[in-house]
């Protein structure tokens, strides 16, 4: 189940790919918005705690 929040700021645009947790295409903004959310207040029934998938989209993002 995806628990969407509200964050105070989001990211704008990303390329899409194929989530494989979710089985959809996302955009890679999307996914960094809900993997950071969900680690951070440690949402465990949410495909995207300690997403690998997840994770090295943000540290790509970081990266660039």
Not at 43 to 63: H, I, L, M, T, V
Request: hydrophobic share 40%; glycine share 4%.
């Amino acid at each position: 189940m995806i628990f969407p929040l509200m964050p105070q700021t989001e990211m704008q645009g990303g390329a899409d790919f194929l989530c494989k947790r979710m089985q959809q295409s996302i955009q890679t903004a999307k996914c960094l918005d809900w993997f950071v959310d969900h680690n951070a207040l440690a949402r465990k029934d949410s495909p995207c705690f300690k997403c690998k998938q997840g994770e090295a989209n943000r540290e790509a993002f970081a990266r660039s």
